[in-house]
T-cell receptor, first 110, second 112 residues
Framework: DGGITQSPKYLFRKEGQNVTLSCEQN?????MYWYRQDPGQGLRLIYY???????QKGDIAEGYSVSREKKESFPLTVTSAQKNPTAFYLC?????????FGPGTRLLVL | RKEVEQDPGPFNVPEGATVAFNCTYS??????FFWYRQDCRKEPKLLMS???SGNEDGRFTAQLNRASQYISLLIRDSKLSDSATYLC?????????????FGAGTRLAVHP
C-alpha cells in the first residue's frame, strides 16, 4: 500500500529529554513537511524539505530539528529547548501542491 | 488578522440538511485553494480542490471568489458520516515551495 506512516502513535516525553518522531513515505514524493496542531488552531509548519539533504525552517522551528538523509524519511526531533511540546504532530508529503498527511503522533509531557 | 479565517462552529444540522461553510483569506497572491476534512483525533484528508469556476463532487460544491478573497463549501443532503471538522486551506508558492496556510476549521455535527 502506498502512503505515509508515522510512529509512534503516542509518545511521552520527560523534562529535559529529546524525542524523535518518525515519518516514512513510499509515494516517491520529493517534498515532505512537519506540522504541529494545537486544540482549536490551524496546522502550523515546523520544517519542510524539498529534496534529500536539504530542509528549511517553517514558522515555528525553534526547539525542533530534522534530517533528510533519504527521500522516504523525514524524522523530527523535539528537543528539550521546546518548552511546550504537547501537541498533535503531523507529517505530510507532496509532489506538486497537494499535500497528503500521515496519521500523526500525539506527544505528551510527563 | 488571521491569514485564513473560518467560523469555528459547531454547525449542528439534521440528516438531509444543506449546510454551507465560508472562509476568507487575506493574501491576494494566494494561488490555489482546498478543503480538507479532519475527523476527531485523525489526520486531515483532502476533500476537494477549489477552482474559480466552481466545482462539484457528488453532494459537495466548492466556490472561489478571488475578488472578495472568499471560499465556500456547500454540503447537500447531509449524512451522519459528514460529521467532522472542515479545514479551509490556501496555497502560496513562496520562496521556492508550496506553502499551505490552514484555517482553524469549522466543526460540523450531523444528527439523526
Amino acid at each position: 500500500d502506498g502512503g505515509i506512516t508515522q510512529s509512534p502513535k503516542y509518545l511521552f516525553r520527560k523534562e529535559g529529554q529529546n524525542v524523535t518522531l518518525s515519518c516514512e513515505q513510499n509515494l516517491n514524493h520529493d517534498a515532505m513537511y512537519w506540522y504541529r496542531q494545537d486544540p482549536g488552531q490551524g496546522l502550523r509548519l515546523i520544517y519542510y524539505s524539498q529534496i534529500v539533504n536539504d530542509f528549511q525552517k517553517g514558522d515555528i522551528a525553534e526547539g525542533y530539528s530534522v534530517s533528510r538523509e533519504k527521500k522516504e524519511s523525514f524524522p523530527l526531533t523535539v528537543t528539550s529547548a521546546q518548552k511546550n511540546p504537547t501537541a498533535f504532530y503531523l507529517c505530510a508529503s507532496s509532489m506538486w501542491e497537494t499535500q497528503y498527511f500521515g496519521p500523526g503522533t500525539r506527544l505528551l509531557v510527563l | 488578522r488571521k491569514e485564513v479565517e473560518q467560523d469555528p462552529g459547531p454547525f449542528n444540522v439534521p440528516e438531509g440538511a444543506t449546510v454551507a461553510f465560508n472562509c476568507t483569506y487575506s493574501n491576494s497572491a494566494s494561488q490555489s485553494f482546498f478543503w480538507y476534512r479532519q475527523d476527531c483525533r485523525k489526520e486531515p484528508k483532502l476533500l476537494m480542490s477549489v477552482y474559480s469556476s466552481g466545482n462539484e463532487d457528488g453532494r459537495f460544491t466548492a466556490q472561489l471568489n478571488r475578488a472578495s478573497q472568499y471560499i465556500s463549501l456547500l454540503i447537500r443532503d447531509s449524512k451522519l458520516s459528514d460529521s467532522a471538522t472542515y479545514l479551509c486551506v490556501v496555497n502560496m508558492f513562496s520562496g521556492g515551495y508550496n506553502k499551505l496556510i490552514f484555517g482553524a476549521g469549522t466543526r460540523l455535527a450531523v444528527h439523526p
